[in-house]
């Protein structure tokens, strides 16, 4: 761990607002913006995260309304502001809020993150970092001195956030799975509760390299989709990147859509390289064939039970997807990205070459 690292560890350790966020980072944040809303002048506060929505005098400000983050508008205009320190957003959800909560020509929809996104936002939505609030607090001058010491204190908060996020490794190989078992530098970012920030940044960062090479590619241009996690909404022929977080881990998916909600494709959680299906209901028979004739999935794999796959369940205890991995041949610990994309470029070509005659043997040849 770098000597800078631990400086901004051990700064956010003593820092009391930082201290007091730790139950709940995206409401704290959502809460200070909502304080700031009642004691600064209002057209600044909008200024934070807009420079096109207009204040008028009727506007009031909510927080944590139909699932939004911080609402500030008057009936006929509203921003929508959907906040977003550690936890994972997808595309999927950002369209859910355009679609439910978009009612006039004047509305206005703000993602805000602690760092830059790769990935490209559903039409309507307009992205910010903190960065930008940092900039904009440093012009704040309330006559009342407390008020300016909260600003100050929330400004030097941001700051040692963005240089967390400025000191954190960045490279392009695939470490930070087997990070929260031993690594040094992932138990220090614990003792801040920062370690699950870095893991999901990481994984959102090799997905979207990997989306990027896909989407360069001549053979899946306009074909490639981020953050959709629902893939029974997938286009037939499109490939789905997405990832999430679960039970301390990244799980990484690169799925093409063979039509009616079936999709086969890669997963990578941990050491695992999985082949994976998802086929819903259906799942265990569309599995089944494919196994029988010896494509997708292989006869000689086993694993405990003397399972031939493995799967997830859905809420009605159904499987939906299952999946099958080498265990004689994990994923090395600091693969190079360029290596991974090589395989699942492989596989997922293999699938398109292939898609007609695996949709007609699985039943989905519409």
């Not at 196994?291 to 369940?313: A, H, Q, R, S, V």
Request: net charge positive.
């Amino acid at each position: 761990m770098n000597d800078m690292l631990a400086k901004v560890i051990s700064d956010l350790k003593v820092d009391p607002l930082f201290n007091i966020s730790l139950s709940s980072k995206e409401l704290f944040h959502s809460n200070f913006w909502k304080w700031m809303w009642e004691v600064l002048d209002k057209k600044m506060v909008i200024s934070l995260f807009s420079d096109t929505f207009v204040y008028e005098e009727d506007m009031i400000c909510e927080r944590e309304k139909s699932h939004i983050d911080l609402m500030i508008g008057n009936g006929k205009r509203t921003l929508y502001i959907e906040n977003k320190v550690k936890n994972v957003f997808h595309n999927t959800q950002l369209e859910e809020y355009i679609a439910k909560h978009k009612k006039h020509e004047g509305d206005e929809f703000v993602l805000v993150t602690m760092y830059p996104v790769s990935e490209k936002l559903p039409e309507g939505w307009k992205h910010i970092t903190y960065e930008r609030i940092l900039e904009k607090l440093k012009t704040v001058k309330h006559k009342y001195s407390s008020v300016n010491t909260y600003i100050e204190g929330y400004s030097l908060l941001i700051r040692k956030l963005l240089m967390l996020y400025k000191v954190l490794p960045q490279h392009k190989y695939y470490d930070f799975y087997r990070c929260a078992e031993n690594d040094e530098f992932i138990s220090a970012l614990k003792t801040i509760k920062m370690h699950d920030f870095y893991i999901k940044y990481r994984a959102g960062n090799m997905v979207g390299y990997i989306f990027d090479k896909l989407e360069a590619d001549e053979r899946f241009k306009g074909r490639v989709v981020f953050g959709l996690n629902e893939y029974e909404k997938a286009v037939k022929g499109s490939i789905v990147t997405n990832w999430s977080f679960n039970r301390g881990k990244p799980t990484m998916d690169f799925i093409y859509c063979l039509g009616d909600a079936v999709g086969i494709g890669i997963q990578i959680e941990a050491e695992q390289y999985r082949k994976f299906l998802w086929a819903g209901k259906n799942c265990q028979q569309t599995a089944k064939k494919l196994l029988d004739e010896d494509i997708w999935f292989d006869k000689k794999f086993t694993y405990k039970g003397n399972k031939t796959l493995l799967g997830y369940k859905g809420k009605n205890g159904l499987l939906t997807s299952q999946y099958q991995y080498d265990k004689g041949k994990p994923i090395a610990y600091w693969e190079q990205y360029i290596a991974l994309y090589n395989r699942i470029f492989s596989e997922l070509t293999y699938i398109d070459a292939n898609s007609k005659k695996i949709s007609k043997l699985v039943g989905y040849n519409r």
